[in-house]
């Protein structure tokens, strides 16, 4: 393998780094659903899980292995420390994907070598050269990554580079675990590496940043402009603290200026080949997947896929789009998959045209799912009359949402006004099959709810967050509610959407208890798992 390929590899790690924020845990199912979104997307590495860290983050990773890691479909990744048993579980968990990496990692920086692993430089090199080696003797994919690279003396970063390579290391990885980088001196670094690691050209350079400082994606680029060429990135950039870098900035960076980037990749200025394989026309649809899975929220701000991305609010400029889209825009929304909001269903459309235009909309639900679908949209019709793309995928995400089935509401009821009391009454059914109703005074409506359904599921905990956003205009606006709880020291979310904000409120909560309820119910205690985690 060579250090020049002429594309820049995307290598995801939602799911791995990603999910490591607090409140982000995904159970199985949702990885996977959340992994065959990827593929579609066209990520070439999925970093699926830490297969050592936990029972269910070992099924996580072997499932997706073998739904997911198909002749055709991304290699399979599994972070493993550079310890015999990680790197076992690692090898045992990928064994049914047909393209297998293990990626494994020791930290590398004085500051970590002193404080944390307590272990001489010497001591590091021996290691890092032995489990490269001990990973190789199960696949040949095999990464390496120095952690806290950007805060590593270069000199022993380089000696270690070379070890690994030479221990058959096919991807070395540069990590800025910190987010302490400048885009120069990350560039600088990657230059560095090049030049002074002599066996650097049998692998593939990649970097993996944190945005605590908010530079992850500018160093990333200009790391590609001096020799990277695989980008470990997420989903909407979640993950550890202010999250990693975020993929689609860099596949739209890389895109939409590929005249800039295209020499430093040896192609000509004008070249219009993709530098990614990304399909870009799916990167909203995994946005908003990501984001109601994890419960973790997109900033409107946000750029390539926030609500206001493309908004144009001032005279100025609303008035320049509509004369020539290009004076305010560098990018088609529609690039990214953003749909015209068109009304294309009603109350009298059928399964066909319900599966079609889902399927249109690059939907691919198993016979299962889209029943169950469909029975939403039949009662979303009901209610609404006009159903347009958006309420489309706000129904089908929230029918694909794989939270445990535990507590089910029933019935919820509320009364409220300026002059009375919010009072909730709710049924749930409980794990058993039992119904209980119980009812609640809150200091509004959604509370005297919430308080209901405390009375029956009984586990204390803080709500930390909530949200209501409506998924189109109008006053029959499907309401999407997300919220996040605190247990102990584990957050958890939940998202539900429904015409009634008051009945979505309700399943929203319903769900993050079902997440916390299930890790309850689990052999390890939630501590445990995150403790072992990167
Ligand atoms: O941030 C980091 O250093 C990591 C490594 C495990 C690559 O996530
Ligand atoms: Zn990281």
């Known amino acids: 393998m060579t250090n020049k ?44 899980g830490f297969a050592f860290a936990s029972p269910g983050d070992f099924e996580a990773v072997k499932k997706i292995a073998q739904i997911v890691g198909t002749e055709n479909g991304p290699v399979v990744c599994s972070l493993a420390r550079a310890i015999k048993a990680d790197i076992e579980a690692a090898a045992e968990a990928l064994k049914p994907a047909v393209n297998a990496r293990i990626h494994t990692f020791i930290s590398t920086s004085d500051i970590h070598l002193e404080y944390q692993l307590r272990k001489s430089r010497a001591e590091v090199l021996a290691i890092a050269e032995e489990m490269v080696a001990y990973a190789k003797s199960f696949m040949t994919d095999v990464e390496f ?71 992850a994606v500018a160093n990333f680029l200009e ?7 695989q980008l470990e990135c997420t989903i909407n950039g979640i993950g550890e603290r202010a999250g990693n870098a975020s993929l689609e900035e860099l596949v739209m960076a890389l895109h939409v200026r590929r005249q800039y980037f295209n020499p430093y990749l040896g192609r000509p200025a004008d070249s219009q080949e993709s530098l990614t394989n990304i399909d870009t026309r799916q990167i909203y649809k995994t946005s908003r997947l990501v984001s109601n899975l994890t419960g973790m929220l997109v900033q409107p701000n946000k750029a390539i896929v926030g609500a206001n991305a493309f908004a144009h609010e001032s005279g100025i400029h609303q008035d320049g789009v509509l004369k020539n889209k290009l004076t305010y825009e560098i990018m088609d929304a529609q690039l990214i998959g953003l749909t015209d909001n068109q009304i294309v269903l009603g109350k009298h459309s059928g399964r ?107 586990v204390p905990n803080q709500l930390i967050e ?58 390890q205690k939630p501590e445990e798992v995150t403790a072992q985690k990167v």
């Not at 675990?177 to 230059?191: D, Q, R």
């Not at 790391?223 to 060429?229: F, L, S």
Request: hydrophobic share 40%.
């Open 5 to 48: 390929t002429d594309r820049i590899i995307i290598f995801d790690t939602t799911l791995r780094d990603g999910e490591q924020c607090p409140g982000a845990t995904l159970n199985i199912d949702e990885k996977l659903v959340i992994a065959k979104q990827l593929a579609r997307l066209g990520v070439d590495v999925i970093e699926a």
């Open 223 to 229: 790391a590609v402009k001096n020799g990277a060429r």
């Open 466 to 523: 909530f949200s209501v956003q409506s998924v189109t205009g109008g006053i029959d606006a499907i309401g999407e509610v997300t919220i996040r709880l605190r247990y102990e020291s584990k957050v958890f979310s939940g998202h539900a959407a429904n015409t009634d904000i008051i009945v979505a409120s309700a399943q929203a909560y319903v769900n993050a208890l079902n997440r916390l309820y299930a890790s309850l119910q689990t052999q």
């Open 352 to 458: 066909n045209a319900f599966r079609t235009r889902l399927k249109e909309l690059g939907f691919e639900l198993s016979d299962t799912e889209l029943n169950k679908a469909f029975v939403r949209f039949k009662e979303v019709a009901d209610k609404k009359k006009e159903i347009s793309d958006w309420d489309l995928e706000a129904i089908v995400n929230d029918e694909i949402q794989q939270a445990p089935d535990l507590f089910r509401v029933e019935l919820v009821q509320v009364s409220c006004g300026s002059n009375a009391r919010p009072t909730a009454t709710v049924t749930l059914r409980t794990p058993d099959g039992e119904e209980l109703t119980d009812a609640a005074i809150g200091t509004g409506p959604v509370d005297a709810v919430y308080k209901a359904i405390n009375r029956v599921v009984n």
């Open 145 to 215: 990554s120095p952690m806290d690279a950007a805060r590593t003396d270069p000199e022993f970063l380089y000696q270690v580079l070379e070890r690994a390579i030479a221990a058959g290391a096919t991807t070395v990885n540069i990590p800025d675990t910190v987010g302490y980088t400048t885009p120069s001196e990350f560039g600088a670094m990657i230059k560095g590496i090049i030049e002074n690691v002599p066996n650097i050209d049998q692998a593939i350079i990649s970097v993996h940043g944190h945005n605590d400082l908010g530079l």
